[in-house]
């Protein structure tokens, strides 16, 4: 039996640009729109259906919910609201309620400018001139993309870490939203890596979620928030990034159940992407001198977190200290060395397991548990 199709989306910029599209012609033509057709940057036509359409003599508004599809986006069932007005000349944008503020360098926004990022910009500037054009209009005009509650949707998005504040992103460089896909959260890690950047760390955290970004936090108070990047399972694609950025210190934090898949030379750790090898822990809880009756129920385990139980009760702690030089050797080989990795390991309770460090020149292991 075939799997259903899981339905696509559409992004914001999308719906802010057939926003745009459905006020400016409301307030053109003084009637109110139900709909609004616009050209998505993959060169697909697109027909969105508006919810609200207010028009005076001498402003409109227009609302699009965006509609995620089958993508579990945080975003999904939000008001995107344009009110447009006319002006004296040119075409403005600008972000209102519920759209972030860019406060931090580092991204393709200006800082002090609405975060409504360059593609959904152009989008709304084509369909504002195409309008014009088509109606001989002869003056300039205003456009304000809203987000009612827009303040609250991004504290459950990167925007805080990446000094947006006040609201969400204006977003899409394809106009649609691939349900599941990797790429939004790649761009996620990037955006995040560059302003570090921007922001002078030449140090970064890298971590796979927040628990363990929390404890970073706690091991590296000395770093700035900006330094501290939620990777996710893109353990190698991050990698990459930092390499490609110059960035001379790279530190992984992280829990048993994914780094002992980085041990194993693992760069995509997603529970369905490889099974945890268990007898490479096996071999290693042997390399710290585990006996052979322990290293025997280690390949009967059922989880690596159960193995980290195993031999911390038992008192090995140069098995932890073991695998995060593991982590270390092959983050190296990953992204052909030239920088320095540091590779901490933790309980889910925060109690701090093992530690290593590597680069081209040395190794350490065994570091101060303090």
């Not at 921007?198 to 140090?203: E, F, K, S």
């Not at 901490?344 to 292991?365: C, F, K, P, V, W």
Request: aromatic share 6%.
């Amino acid at each position: 039996m075939e799997k259903e199709k899981l339905r696509e989306g559409y992004t914001t910029g999308a719906c802010a640009t057939a926003a745009t599209k459905a006020a400016l012609c409301a307030l053109i033509t003084g009637v109110k729109q139900t709909e609004a057709t616009i050209m998505l940057p993959i060169g697909r036509e697109v027909t969105l259906p508006v919810v609200a359409c207010e028009v005076n003599q001498h402003t409109a508004s227009a609302t699009v919910v965006k509609d995620a599809g089958d993508d579990p986006d945080v975003t999904h069932g939000a008001s995107i609201i344009a009110t447009v007005s006319w002006t004296d000349e040119g075409i403005y944008i600008d972000g209102g309620e519920g759209v972030g503020r860019v406060t931090k360098p580092g991204l393709p926004i200006p800082v002090g400018e609405a975060a409504i990022n360059p593609v959904p910009r152009q989008m709304m500037m084509d369909v504002a001139n195409e309008l014009m054009t088509k109606y001989g209009i002869k003056r300039g005009v205003r456009i304000i993309i809203s987000v009612p509650n827009g303040e609250e949707i991004a504290k459950k998005t990167l925007n805080g870490r990446l000094g947006i504040i006040g609201g969400i992103s204006i977003l899409g460089t394809r106009g649609i939203v691939v349900p599941f896909s990797t790429s939004a959260y790649r761009a996620s890690i990037v955006r995040a890596l560059e302003v570090a950047i921007a922001c002078g760390c030449n140090h970064v955290v890298i971590t796979t979620g927040g628990r363990s970004e929390k404890y970073a936090m706690k091991q590296y108070s000395h770093l700035p928030e900006e330094a501290f990047i939620e990777m996710g399972d893109f353990v190698g694609f991050t990698l990459k990034q930092c390499k490609r950025l110059s960035i001379k210190t790279v530190s992984l934090v992280g829990m048993m159940g994914k780094f002992s898949k980085v041990a194993q030379g693992v760069m995509m750790v997603h529970s369905k992407s490889a099974p945890v090898d268990f007898h490479f822990l096996s071999e290693v809880a042997r390399q710290s001198g585990a006996p052979a009756h322990l290293t025997e129920a280690i390949q009967r385990a059922n989880t690596a977190s159960q193995v980290g139980d195993m031999m911390y009760e038992a008192g090995y702690s140069l098995f932890f200290d073991l695998l995060c030089d593991y982590c270390c050797q092959h983050a190296l080989r990953e992204v052909g060395g030239g920088m320095t990795v540091e590779t901490t390991l933790y309980t889910l309770q925060g109690q701090l397991l093992g530690r290593a460090m590597r680069n081209d020149e040395s190794n350490e292991i065994n570091r101060d548990r303090s």
